[in-house]
């Protein structure tokens, strides 16, 4: 069975930083890219960034340039989107995902996690 588990959500305050955490098992992830996104309440969910599972190739949205950045630990199959100086617009559920087509678009990931929350107070 196939898992992708978020952590490392929370409360913070506007220009804190947070790191999330989302571990996959269940299968072999060695061709995915893996993916991040957040959805806000009454909003679409929408891309955060990206990065191939060798750790060589990673993509963010505009948004987040810059701030964030995504790291892998093969190892531990554990993907990490370290978020720096958030803003409250940031406050969003973010979920980990996993493709095997990659893409900026959440239909093209196969694996989702349940999400974990974070809220950016001002």
Known sequence: ??????????LV???????????ASGRSFSTATMGWFR??????????????????????????KGRFAISIDNAK?????????????DTAGYYCAASFTSGLLPGQ????????HVTVSS
């Not at 069975?1 to 929370?10: A, H, I, P, R, W």
């Not at 959805?39 to 987040?64: C, L, N, T």
């Not at 990931?109 to 974990?116: A, D, F, L, P, S």
């Open 109 to 116: 990931y196969t694996y989702w996690g349940q999400g974990t």
């Open 39 to 64: 959805q806000a309440p009454g909003k679409q969910r929408e891309f955060v960034g990206r990065i191939s599972w060798s750790g060589a190739r990673m993509y963010y949205a505009d948004s987040v």
């Open 13 to 23: 305050q506007t220009g804190d930083s947070l790191r999330l955490s989302c571990l």
């Open 77 to 89: 199959n554990t993907v990490f989107l370290q978020m720096n100086s958030l803003k409250p617009e």
């Open 1 to 10: 069975q196939v898992q992708l588990v978020e952590s490392g959500g929370g």
